[in-house]
C-alpha cells in the first residue's frame, strides 16, 4: 500500500492491510510466518503526516546459541512520522529539536506501508533470540548441538597450564 503524502487530509482516515511473506523481506533478521496484519489511521498535522496503529505478525528467528528455529509473535504498537523533503531547510546547519529526530523525510510524496512495517519488526525483534533459557548452543570443537547429542570434546581436551588445577579439590 502505497500512502500519498498531498493526499492526507488532518482528519484520521483508517487504514486495514495485510502483507505476505514476500512482501516483508527481515533481510537476514528472520522471516516472516503467515501474513502481517497492520490497523491504524493515517492523519496530517501540519507539514508532518502521521502513520500509526499496530501490527501484528509471527516470525521465524535462529537461536542465538543453537540456530534451531523458533517462532515468535510480535504485538507492535507503532506512530511514524512523515515529512516531504522539499518542505525541509537546505541550511548546512541546522539544529533538530528532539521530536524532529523520530521524524523520517520522504522523497517523492510517497510512503510505501509495508517498508514502514519492515522496519517496525525489525526494530521490535528480541535480542538475544533463545529456543530455552538452558539453551546449551554448539559444541565449538564438532559444532554439534548440545541440546541433542552430549559429545565429549570438552572433557578430552584440557588446556596442560590449567592441567594442574584440576588435581585441587
Known sequence: MIIELASVQ?????????????????????????????SGKVFRDGDKVHVSGAISANVELACTRCLEPVEHHLDIAFDDVFVEAASETRDEETELSP???????????????????????????????????????LCPKCGENRNLIDCKCESDDIDPRWAALKNLN
Open 10 to 38: 488532518v482528519s484520521p482516515k483508517k487504514i486495514e492491510e495485510k502483507f505476505a511473506p514476500d512482501e516483508i523481506h527481515l533481510e537476514g533478521e528472520g522471516r516472516l510466518i503467515g501474513q502481517a496484519a497492520v
Open 99 to 137: 521530536d524532529a529526530m523520530n521524524e523520517s523525510l520522504v522523497v517523492g510524496g510517497k510512503v510505501d506501508l509495508a517498508e514502514t512495517v519492515r522496519e517496525q519488526i525489525i526494530l521490535e525483534l528480541p535480542d538475544p533470540v533463545l529456543c530455552s533459557e538452558d539453551c546449551k548452543g
